[in-house]
């Protein structure tokens, strides 16, 4: 019997991209950048599965050029760069790798705020550039992390997992935003479910960790940073178009918030001559929340799972559209 043809659309790490060469007729994409939409159009034509990245974009034009296609496996737990409506009406579940970024991401979010509130990037620029002169009474003073109070804006997993790192490590309150209630964050972290205005106006920390869609796009914007301390560090580990980045800029720049630390923006990447790239108290980092072996490798497999499940008729551990999962 024939293998399922599969494309991926970059190399992933070997612990996924391993059970997948060893159970379909795979091509990998090899060049660091993602395939153009044409070529991926044409890369999936005959194929049974596609592992996409959030930089590939699955829309209705690309379903329409894969007839034969069974199953879409996001190397990603968001799945922004997929058009779910279009996959369901054509009964293609999508598979995605959720939990396994949660601590990986968590870490991130707090290193962020350390660098932004600490005034690393800063600091540090300084010294390599010849700017560190002495030991300086009043130089490059940050903010005081010890019982503050952090804004947790969407109280998910990885949002949790950031707040408990920062109460039980530096005695932080939490005030955090979802639909609904947490109890196991209101037990365990005393934490306070509030509606945004009053999260942006108590708090000294705000940790964004929002679910993209039409409701968060552009969620902070000058308005918003205007509600916050001027004290506020704001940092983002979520997704790019959370935030109005011109806004948000222009908050750095005349005070109106303290520092920001970003891991995600709006387009990614940030092109060099960005007006955030010239602010001092702005640390950017380039999508690595989830870049640890272990979590890469965890994500590996999770897709490789979802991707084999699908060409093979059975349901995927991990479904988006779970409508569709198993009915082919």
Request: hydrophobic share 45%; with cysteine; aromatic share 4%.
């Amino acid at each position: 019997m024939a293998k399922p043809r599969v494309f991926v659309a970059r190399r992933i790490p070997d612990a996924g991209l391993n059970l997948i060469t060893a159970a379909c007729d795979a091509e990998v994409w090899p060049e660091q950048l993602p395939p153009s939409p044409e070529v991926l159009r044409q890369k999936v034509r005959d194929c049974d599965g596609l592992v996409s990245l959030l930089t590939d974009k699955v829309d209705t034009e690309l379903l329409a050029a894969a007839p034969k296609l069974k199953v879409v496996s996001n190397f990603a737990v968001g799945v922004n760069n997929i058009d779910l409506p279009a996959a369901t009406a054509r009964k293609i579940p999508v598979g995605n790798t959720p939990g396994v970024l949660t601590e990986a991401t968590a870490d991130i979010a707090v290193t962020l705020l350390l660098a932004a509130a600490r005034r690393l990037g800063e600091s540090a620029t300084d010294a390599k550039e010849g700017r560190w002169k002495t030991w300086e009474p009043l130089g490059w003073l940050g903010c005081d992390l010890v019982g503050r109070t952090l804004g947790i804006v969407g109280m998910g997993r990885i949002g949790f997992a950031t707040a408990k790192r920062l109460h039980h490590g530096w005695g932080m309150k939490v005030l955090y935003t979802a639909r609904n209630p947490k109890p196991e964050a209101d037990a365990e972290l005393k934490a306070r479910h509030v509606d945004l205005d009053t999260l942006l106006a108590e708090v000294d920390f705000v940790s964004v960790h929002a679910d993209l869609n039409p409701t968060t796009k552009g969620m902070f914007g000058e308005k918003e940073f205007a509600k916050m301390k001027r004290t506020v560090v704001f940092v983002n580990t979520a997704r790019g178009p959370h935030v109005n980045q011109s806004a948000l800029a222009n908050a750095l720049r005349t005070g109106t918030i303290f520092a920001a630390g970003l891991d995600v923006t709006d387009p990614e990447p940030l092109p060099p001559d960005h007006e955030l790239y010239a602010l001092p108290n702005c640390v950017i980092a380039p999508h690595i929340a989830s870049a640890t072996v272990d979590t890469r490798n965890a994500m590996a497999t999770m897709c490789a799972q979802n991707l084999l499940a699908g060409v093979q008729g059975r349901p995927l551990p991990n479904c988006v559209n779970p409508e569709v999962n198993g009915s082919r």
